[in-house]
């Protein structure tokens, strides 16, 4: 990756990492907080609310979100959505009864930027460079989680939980300035696009497209299947003799180590062209730890180890879906393809986690492995049947100086070109930016046409 890439990459992966860690951060403490310091707090239907409502506005908010980025440009519905993430975290630490801070979570959930996020990564980055970038953020989010257990109870401790929201929320605002000075500009509409576009056309073409559906499916699955493990697996934890304020000795080295062992597969699958093989092998060892761990439960070690076996293949997915999705989507609706990809992504949480809870409470840990089974095993069956994408690849031209109409023209034969994807002229850098499939590109053949305009 270049040093641009890398600095947006690592830039937007710290904004989407400071969402995961508001969403994440009060889930050890909040309900006794809650009990003890909040009008109404002991209702526990009304705390499940509150810490869900984030999710749930996140969940509505995504497509739309994502589309106004393709329409106005992805930095501003950046900052509107820090901004209202910001103020929802002020409103709850505010808040001396449980109406207002699910008042508060539901303003969190409002700044729904994920999708903005995602499709300004695919701006940033070459194809041949996006896994590596989604993995960042894949990476991130693991980490998220794991530092959110660890310093959940001591920042409690130390500044409350009206603290930890205004904390967020000042996270936030800093975030602004990270888009603002850090962050690159781009406008990620190829040529021949406005942002006139026509927007339904756009999500019929994105909802319906069964390799998208699949991807869609696919998230909505690996959400599912993480949130209904811990219902579980915190549980066990405590039953096998780890006090609660111990776990994070079982969770952060298994987040360290996951991520080290979900680098290699990622690299070998871009570089080797093996995206769709790693793709389904990394299921198949979602699936066989679904079957294992009934039998895993007696041990801290054993429970380990299957967390250690399920982290690293949902790393490893977690960072080739967004990826995935921002390579087939149609040009100049990457936005709303992730806006949707993230919509699910946040009804596969709820969904895990209330389900997960559900069959734990009548049913015991082995209904929640098989709902998980289930739910993989029919992801499997459907990434069978998906399409590889080719190895993508950016290639940069130098060309003459054109006027409007000499550009459109070319943009128009070069796109014609076999093995073209996507084109983009830069009349002021004399730039063409094509995103091309290697099998079957004649860049002979492109140079002469751009040739016939000098």
């Not at 869900?52 to 979100?65: M, R, S, W």
């Not at 219902?231 to 952060?252: C, F, K, T």
């Not at 801290?300 to 080739?320: D, G, Q, S, Y």
């Not at 009804?347 to 289930?374: P, S």
């Amino acid at each position: 990756m270049s040093p641009a890439e890398l600095r947006a990459s690592m830039s937007l992966a710290s904004i989407f990492g400071l969402r995961m860690f508001g969403m994440f951060v009060i889930l050890p403490v909040f309900a006794l907080y809650a009990e003890e310091h909040l009008r109404g707090g002991a209702n526990l239907t009304l705390v499940g609310i509150a810490i869900g409502a984030y999710g749930f506005t996140q969940a509505i908010l995504q497509i739309p979100f994502g589309w106004l980025s393709d329409r106005y440009g992805r930095k501003p519905i950046i900052y509107w959505g820090l901004a209202v993430f910001a103020l929802g975290s002020f409103v709850a630490a505010l808040g001396g009864s449980i109406y207002m801070v699910i008042a508060g979570r539901v303003l969190q959930g409002m700044g729904a930027i994920s999708a903005a996020v995602i499709a300004m990564i695919a701006d940033l980055t070459r194809e041949e460079h996006r896994t590596k970038a989604m993995a960042l953020i894949g990476s991130t989010i693991g980490v998220t989680f794991a530092l959110s257990l660890v310093l959940s109870p001591w920042l409690n401790g130390l500044i409350g939980m009206p603290g930890i929201f205004v904390l967020t929320g000042v996270l936030a605002l800093a975030a602004m300035g990270v888009v603002y000075w850090i962050i690159p500009d781009t406008d990620a509409l190829p040529p021949g696009m406005s942002r006139e576009a026509d927007d339904i056309a756009h999500f019929s073409e994105v909802l319906w497209d069964g390799q998208l559906a699949r991807l869609n499916y696919g998230i909505l699955a690996l959400q599912a299947v993480l949130m209904a493990q811990f219902v579980v697996v915190p549980l066990s934890l405590r039953d096998v003799g780890l006090a609660v304020d111990h776990h994070w000795q079982v969770y952060l080295p298994v987040m360290i180590g996951s991520f080290v062992l979900m680098l290699p597969p990622v690299l070998v699958a871009e570089r080797r062209g093996l995206l769709k093989a790693v793709f389904i092998g990394s299921v198949v060892l979602l699936l066989i730890g679904q079957f294992a761990m009934p039998w895993l439960l007696g041990g801290v070690k054993a429970i380990a180890l299957f967390l250690l076996i399920f982290f690293t293949a949902f790393n490893v997915l977690e960072a080739m879906l967004p990826s995935l999705i921002s390579k087939l989507a149609p040009p100049g609706a990457k936005g709303t393809a992730i806006g949707i990809f993230s919509s699910v992504q946040f009804l596969g949480t709820a969904l895990g986690a209330g389900g997960g809870g559900f069959l734990y409470q009548h049913f015991g840990a082995r209904g929640v492995f098989v709902l998980d089974a289930l739910l993989l095993a029919g992801w499997l069956l459907l990434a069978l049947g998906m399409q590889a994408p080719g190895l993508i690849l950016t290639r940069v031209y130098t060309i003459p100086a054109l006027d409007r109409e000499q550009a459109r023209s070319l943009a128009e034969r070069l796109e014609a070109q076999p093995g073209v994807r996507e084109v983009q002229l830069s009349a002021g850098e004399r730039t063409a930016y094509l995103k091309v499939d290697v099998t079957g590109f004649d860049e002979q053949h492109v140079l002469r046409l751009i040739a016939e305009e000098i």
